[in-house]
């Protein structure tokens, strides 16, 4: 049966997922969690959750799934060390530098890749598999054809997400809290600034989505091989999550989950099945007035969900009495037993024991996680045995059959020691600038351009007949769900007519390219923020790596002259925000037509800005307002081995060039990107 996974931020909301029946749980430590203004787990309290867990067969699953910095590297060792050692069941990751430390650690520590490594393919999948992971959690824009396509194609356990706040982003690739506000929601500070109120023509809100359940196809999805069902909400009450857990139990049992009520626990306007269902119309919603009225009731009625363990085991019960010999009594449950013996009984004077009554007395298993299965007793006649000697024996029973459940699913890890490694030598930097572009114009301009050692293409622009093959970089598509043998085709194309370079997005881009023969680059949407990081994609086979653009520009030098990979950041352009499956200006799938004249190609902030909207085939980019610049900077730039200078909408790159070229600051309104602010 596939599992239910519960999120747990807090203790409260630990025993509300434990006593509702899910089978696993989320949660985070103190530092390095997706949602750090969760309660989350110190040590001590990680070390009681797991027991507490553990005792009721119930997994413990630590989101160390965020992107890291060289400087934390040693809390990050701390909290692995931590986790080890409260003998938590698997880390949820982000970074390939943290699992990178975390395989080294605790070989045998189960890795579960997050949703956050943007894997939507199976070549993404098998890349996960190759790397030791064991698990990866599908994005939640992915419809059942392709979640169905992902799990029978890989050996790999797949998870989804069934229930929750759905986002508008490809998952691990938003950036607009981190622009707008300096929260990252890579790093566990998301502000949401998708739910302010972006507008395009009459619509309003038109980043909200509606929150995502699709609790009634549980079904299928577990015929089709999910592994695990994950519910969003480590922010939300105990009711919130016992409910949740309460109706996915329903669902999978084949009964009708009550959404309804889950409705009016938490939703944004109610549920969208939008993108399971391959239909992103009618998706948009906002927290409303009526919501937030229709919760405190629901969450009242929730509360009984949880009030009592949840009966998790059939415990088989024998007893003996005979004359002469202590009480003897036997309990079986999980393929373990325990059996505890007491006093000799006495001879009956008024009422003797029956088998009836024995069995009555030891069945009385309320108020714990068992429920009784076979009771058999041999009772021999004319004997007495007090209740208080039943029941101190069932319970001596009890604890003793629960001591070896938490045996069993305790683990022993080897834990090896790991120090900060020290960075490497010092490198002789040249630095090199490349461009990026969009369109077929841009690409004509820019090839007249010498000074370019490599230009990133759109892989459609590309044919036989373009010249300088040797230095273009061709560029697929972010998102591979509904189009990977297509992506790979066109690459095996590209290959024969004389190119070389790609570049890789994700892990599955990383796959996808190698397959075919031709040399990966990486993107800064590999969100590279430290050197275990850089070593891993290094070992992977990139060529060359371009940093997070969630980096400070100090932080970003050093990772460059520390390591013997090529490193280089994005020196200019429209920083981008998100990308996003559904456009918000159509309200529905993206168009495919960058240049299509009848679209306003932009949403509107409150402010009145106008954010630069581009659909690509089978995704929408949203772009910052204001154009970075770096060309005045030349001392900062010029530390790495190479600039990116990204155009989107330009007309005239030569313009930009020449910037870059003579050391000018541009006039007008710009920025710095966060190289000089940072995140937290």
């Keep these: ?94 970074d390939l530098g943290v699992a990178a430390i975390a395989r080294r650690m605790v070989p045998d520590m189960p890795l579960h890749a997050s949703t956050q490594m943007t894997i939507n393919s199976l070549a993404g999948a098998i890349a996960a598999k190759k790397l030791g992971f064991s698990r990866i959690v599908l994005g939640r824009e992915l419809s059942f054809e392709q979640i169905k396509q992902i799990t029978e194609g890989c050996d790999i356990e797949t998870e989804i997400f069934v229930h929750g706040a759905l986002c508008v982003c490809v998952s691990g690739q938003c950036y607009m809290s981190a622009m707008l506000g300096g929260r990252s929601g890579n790093r566990g500070l998301c502000a949401q600034p998708c739910r302010l109120n972006f507008s395009v023509d009459n619509r309003s809100n038109v980043l909200s989505l509606k929150d995502l359940s699709i609790i009634e196809h549980l079904p299928e999805l577990e015929k089709a091989g999910v592994t695990s069902f994950k519910i969003e909400g480590r922010m939300k009450r105990p009711e919130y999550v016992a409910g949740t857990v309460s109706a996915c139990r329903t669902a999978l049992a084949g009964g009708k ?52 363990p949840y009966k998790r085991f059939i415990a088989d019960i024998e007893v003996v009495i005979r004359s002469g010999m202590p009480v003897k009594i036997k309990m079986s449950a999980c393929g373990l037993s325990c059996t505890v013996t007491g006093v000799e009984p006495q001879k009956a004077v008024n009422r003797e024991l029956t088998e009836d009554y024995v069995c009555s007395q030891l069945s009385k298993l309320g108020g714990t996680v068992y429920d009784t299965g ?38 022993n890890f080897k834990l090896n020691r790991l120090e900060p490694a020290p960075a490497e030598a010092d490198k002789r930097i040249r630095t090199e600038l490349r461009c990026e572009v969009a369109s077929a114009e841009q690409l004509r301009q820019v090839l007249g351009e010498d000074e370019y050692a490599y230009i990133y293409a759109p892989m459609e622009l590309l044919d036989e007949s373009t010249p300088d093959k040797f230095r273009i970089i061709a560029v697929p598509p972010l998102f591979l769900a509904d189009c990977e043998e297509k992506v790979k085709s066109r690459m095996k194309f590209l290959k024969r007519s004389g190119f070389i370079h790609a570049a890789a997005h994700t892990l599955s881009h990383v796959e996808l390219i190698k397959s075919v023969g031709m040399t990966p680059h ?159």
């Design 522 to 680: 990486g993107t800064f949407r590999l969100n590279i923020t430290n050197s275990y990081a850089l070593d891993e994609y290094k070992k992977l086979g990139l060529a060359d790596a371009t940093l997070s653009i969630e980096l400070l520009m100090s932080d970003a030098q050093k990772l460059c002259a520390g390591s013997s990979l090529k490193t280089g950041i994005v020196g200019y352009g429209r920083m981008p925000l998100m990308i996003t499956r559904r456009c918000p200006i159509s309200n529905g799938k993206p168009c495919g037509k960058a240049k299509n004249p009848a679209c306003p190609h932009s949403i509107t902030d409150r402010q009145g800005n106008k954010l630069l909207c581009l659909c690509l085939e089978n995704a929408t980019e949203i772009y910052n307002p204001d154009v970075m610049y770096l060309s005045d900077r030349q001392k900062d730039i010029n530390s790495f081995d190479f600039v990116l200078l990204k155009f989107t909408d330009e007309t005239d790159t030569d313009a930009v060039l020449q910037m870059y070229l003579n050391d000018i600051k541009p006039d007008g309104k710009l920025t710095r990107g966060l190289y000089y602010r940072g995140v937290i």
């Design 374 to 411: 076979k009771v058999i007793a041999n009772v021999e006649g004319g004997l007495s045995v007090s209740a208080a000697e039943l029941n101190n024996l069932r319970r001596r029973a009890l604890c003793g059959l629960s001591e070896k459940i938490l045996a069993q699913n305790s683990h």
């Design 1 to 94: 049966m596939s599992e239910i996974l519960a999120p747990c931020g807090g203790a409260d909301s630990l025993t509300a997922a434990v006593n509702a029946g899910a089978d696993a749980v989320y949660l985070g430590e103190e530092l390095f969690s997706a949602r750090k203004n969760a309660a989350n787990f110190s040590y001590e309290s990680l070390c009681e959750a797991v027991k507490l867990c553990h005792y009721s067969g119930v997994k413990v699953y630590v989101t160390l799934n965020t992107l890291v910095f060289d400087k934390e590297i040693p809390q990050l060792i701390k909290a692995v060390e931590n986790c080890a050692k409260a003998q938590t069941d698997g880390f949820i990751i982000q």
């Design 257 to 308: 989950p009550d959404l309804e009520t889950l409705k009016c626990v938490f939703s944004r306007s109610g549920f969208t099945e939008g993108y399971y269902t391959d239909n992103f119309k009618n998706m948009q919603g906002v927290r409303t007035k009526e919501d937030v009225v229709a919760a405190p009731k629901a969450l009242a009625a929730m509360k009984q969900l949880y009030h009592k």
